[in-house]
């Protein structure tokens, strides 16, 4: 089996890039140290190869299905993977020791994640869930419902979900109609249909803590009614709670991951003989929809590192392939019996090869550099706090879509260099390709994100958020310009930055908010680039002076973005500054 | 069930733009008349519709086996669709009446097998190959072997293979190391290992024709020792001939494609009690290759229209769920409270659906007049003829490549605009998009294929062919200047002609063959793209002066094309005029 990640990038990335063991001199990890943190990384890698990995085709052949009693079978692999990751303290990597964490920094934490996501995606759903559901109540419940619900979360005993979406309002939260209604004893009854719960039903664990938006009396209309409430699969008293499973999904790739639709107080099961399933609110009714965005924030970047780790995963086995296949002469052989070469040796397959290293590292190194905002974020104050928060604001919808679109892309190149042989289930990369699908539409759609940067992150605050990214890539290229070997590639992202500014301003000038975001798709795709080409030349800087392979390699996959990627945004920008209307013009009753 | 391709798109095809119903001013086509090819056309839609289409789904959900006899099972669905297809006559629409067949033209015969493409490639398959397995021996069999052979061929009796690939040599044809040895009856004794065989066994047909590349004795080293027999699963007397199934591939789609590893002569069955199996040598001896490749090339640009199709039925498919969906309301609702809009009401929605109907509309129109070329190379002479063939010599990888890679963008795209949806087994287009993955990789990767434009096709006859194809492009444009809506496109067109020429010669005059050919895969694209601008542009000079929705949605498409893709050629032909050494130079110890 070819390694799934690479632990030397993770360092890089980590320590000689990131400056993470830098951490330790602030007092909330000043119970960390360098070692600490390798100690978890090595452990997560090991555990992963150990438990993850060996069973991640098993899992593609193996879909859930519904057994004759109603509840969902799995292959035994996946309790027994989470088990040994919740026993060993990974769900609460991150998480203060109060509440028996860590106490990690979350770009380690996180970090370790990869190393599961890379071995097997679709187990390591629960989790991701699982720590995005505790860090939502650990800052918004009860200290109450911190000790009833994240606690056993905590310790890998139960698992979380969100339930957001619905049969008819999937996109479109405003549309959601579940209800909950209060209670005498101060819980609250929720009925209504809830889909696409990813990790939805299991036996995988002892409980499972569902966070679902619902409308309680007396909110406003749209998404402005909407409250959060806590509807766990069983009661603490031990009572089955009325949510039922009405289906599993059978998808194209992911199969580990039950994605199910649910009944919430459909009769199924009566707690205390009283129709709907007992809810309990977090934080104040109506400000529900505030409270999900800060697991969804979470999930966004989670769902971009699982379309990184997988295609970081494809890439390895791709070079793995291009390095033992023999096939092939060199298009400069001189004689036609000489020996064949690897297909590494071949222009184009190294070309397919530094694509995928561009985008996979390149992905990697954005997603590190949001939860390190995250922890900037917790230990910073004032205006460096509010920074951190703007900049994270601004990059979460690139953290989650750049990848799901690239990273996919790498999977399609992986398949590419196995030829055949990668259309086949024999191989992995098949796989890859298949799980990976699935990132750019959960946790919103391409389209919805592009609108969330366009339409929003842009222009909040008056723009402070776009201001925040530019002084920050500016400072970037700023240092690099001291670099012969950079200095080409800071003005290439000097040109595009500006073209971006100036491209952003247009926009908002055209009056007319439909043609301002027609395109905001494409405005999506070309920061993406512009963000990723940052990244690179922050590698870029991190290597300098530095010899050898590994930072050859850096340089390389640096030079193959700089050249092949980032001139891509120029027709992209010319389209989004000339406010074409194309979209916008075409009749339904035209196609 | 959604549409799978849309017949008016054919008729205005063939006949509005292709002046497909002149032909039958030629004496070869005089039997036939518009209401004959329309005949077959109806006939070919209905036939898809009731026999092929229902059973798409089903046959994915039901890959092949082998059974404990050995033999290969399969659902009885998919011989009861190719039996129709057969009895109807189908498989010989394009072969001469003495033959059996209707006499079309290739370019109606091949439009009407699109029907079958789109409605079930994975069972399509199958007759695509034998169709161009028998116009490979009708050009270069013996009457005895055309007979024996072609005829049960035509008749849907026999099916057809053609075997290249060995284990170790898969682009790498010279290395294949499969033997012929002639035995005293003026046989041959076959023996080798082939690989990736579509179709290689079943049970749906009477016999398996399998068309081998083999080396016999006093062949050159390389391609040159190559000679070709045709090796039938079963002998002319009934007896099995010694063609073994090794093992079927398991594929991430098109499932109802038996796709095998054969023996050839491995003992399993001694024909005459004599090792090896019965071949029966075509042509000449080491001349095989090239008449393999009058069965290749058009295999080619038959899985250019696959691809097509496939592409055709997703974008069909999400239209219909588009305009079905009622889901989020227009960016510029003036009032949350109103009433939700069909999918197709929104920007980025209409984005995805113009992109799909620009690649996929676009290159079903390159498949045709490449099919169309065909008829042109037959009934013309002199400088006529050969005009028409060095065009379809340079447009063949281009017919092949693009659609595989663009209509599997478009299936991409198709999954998108269904949201998660589109990612289940409930839906047709995740299906689509794994059908579709295999067209970049079989009859030659995009790799070879760039090297075959670059390396081959421009520069054949001192560059007769791109001189060819820019003429044809020139006068396109030439004609586009009289009409207002097609100027500007016109003029965009040939700019991006003119960077064609100019960074062809560059490339050409590098020195250095590796530095040439280092980017050949992005040349491809690049002149992809360039050639389906001129076909929107073509499409519109056959739309201009007509209205209605049809007409207006031509003109939709034809505009997104030229504002959103075709600018992505102006970086790749940055790239390629720099002579870009990136991947040339990367070291393989830098992965």
Redesign the interface.
């Known amino acids: 089996m070819a390694e799934f990640l690479s632990r030397r990038d993770i360092d890089f990335l980590l320590f000689d890039w990131l400056g993470v063991d830098d951490l330790v001199k602030h007092e909330r990890f000043a119970e960390h140290s360098r070692e600490t943190f390798d100690a978890v990384l090595d452990l997560s890698a090991a555990i992963a190869g150990k438990c993850f990995a060996p069973h991640n085709k098993t899992c593609d052949q193996s879909a859930p299905s519904v057994g004759a009693d109603g509840t969902v079978v799995l292959i035994d692999e996946i309790k027994d993977a989470l088990d040994t990751f919740g026993e060993a303290g990974l769900m609460a990597g991150a998480f203060d020791e109060a509440l028996g964490g860590m106490g990690l920094p979350t770009v380690v934490a996180q970090a370790s994640m990869t190393f599961f996501r890379a071995a097997n995606p679709s187990i390591t759903s629960y989790a991701f869930l699982t720590v995005g559901n505790a860090n939502l109540l650990v800052e918004y419940g009860t200290d109450e419902q911190i000790d009833t619900w994240v606690r056993p979360m905590l310790e890998g005993r139960f698992f979380g979900t969100m339930c957001l979406?619905e049969p008819?309002?999937?996109?479109?939260l405003?549309?959601i109609t579940t209800r909950a209604v209060p209670a005498p004893d101060g819980t609250y009854r929720i009925t209504g249909t809830k889909?696409?719960i990813t990790g939805g039903d299991h036996e995988l664990s002892e409980n499972i803590v569902h966070l679902v938006l619902a409308k309680a009396p007396g909110g406003g209309?749209?998404v402005k009614g909407i409250s959060l409430f806590i509807v766990p699969k069983f009661l603490p008293d031990g009572t089955r709670n009325d949510v039922a499973l009405v289906s599993l999904?059978?998808?194209?790739?992911n199969h580990a991951t039950t994605n199910a639709l649910l009944n919430f107080g459909d009769g199924t099961h009566r707690p205390a003989e009283q129709p709907g399933a007992v809810g309990y609110l977090v934080g104040a009714e109506h400000h529900g929809l505030t409270y999900m965005f800060h697991m969804m924030n979470e999930a966004r970047i989670a769902v971009g590192g699982q379309a990184t780790a997988t295609g970081y995963a494809g890439y390895l086995a791709s070079?793995d392939y291009a390095?033992q296949r023999?096939?092939?002469?060199?298009?400069?052989a001189k004689r036609?019996?000489q020996p064949?070469v690897?297909l590494?040796?071949?222009?184009?397959?190294?070309?397919m090869?530094?694509a995928q290293?561009s985008y996979v590292e390149g992905a990697l190194a954005l997603g590190l550099y949001c939860w390190r905002l995250v922890d900037e974020e917790r230990i910073t104050t004032g205006a460096e706090r509010d920074n951190a928060h703007l900049l994270l604001e601004v990059l979460t919808p690139i953290a989650k879509s750049w990848p799901a679109q690239w990273c996919l892309e790498a999977n399609?190149l992986a398949?590419?260099v196995h030829?055949?042989y990668?259309?086949?289930?024999?191989f992995d990369v098949?796989q890859h390709?298949?799980d990976n699908?699935?990132n750019?539409?959960?946790e919103g759609?391409?389209?919805i994100h592009?609108?969330d940067l366009l339409?929003r992150k842009v222009v909040m605050q008056d723009g402070a958020g776009l201001t925040v990214l530019a002084e920050r890539i500016s400072h970037t290229i700023d240092a690099a310009m001291e670099f012969d070997d950079a200095v080409g590639h800071a003005r290439a992202l000097r040109r595009a930055l500006d073209r971006l500014l100036e491209v952003t301003a247009t926009l908002w000038s055209a009056g007319?908010?439909?043609t301002t975001?027609?395109?905001?798709?494409?405005y999506l795709e070309a920061t993406g680039h512009v963000v990723i080409a940052w990244m690179w030349l922050e590698q870029m800087l991190a290597c300098s002076g530095r010899d050898g392979?590994f930072y050859?390699?850096k340089r390389?996959a640096a030079?193959?973005f700089f050249?092949?990627e980032l001139?891509?945004v120029?027709?992209q920008f010319?389209?989004l500054a000339s406010l074409?209307r194309?979209?916008?013009?075409?009749?339904?009753?035209?196609?």
Chains 1, 2 share one sequence.
């Not at 194309?582 to 035209?590: D, K, L, Q």
Request: proline share 6%.
């Open positions: 979406s008819d309002a999937g996109s479109s405003a549309d889909m696409w209309p749209g999904n059978h998808k194209m790739g070079l390095k023999v096939q092939g002469r060199p298009v400069d036609p019996g064949q690897a590494i040796e071949h222009a184009d397959v190294k070309r090869l530094l290293k399609n398949i590419q030829g055949g990668g259309y086949t289930k024999e098949e390709y298949r699908r699935l750019a539409i959960h759609t391409h389209g592009g609108l339409g007319d908010i439909a975001l027609a395109n905001s798709t494409i392979d050859d390699g390389a030079r193959y050249t092949y001139p891509k120029g027709p010319e389209l074409d194309t979209t916008v013009e075409a009749a339904p009753s035209w196609f």
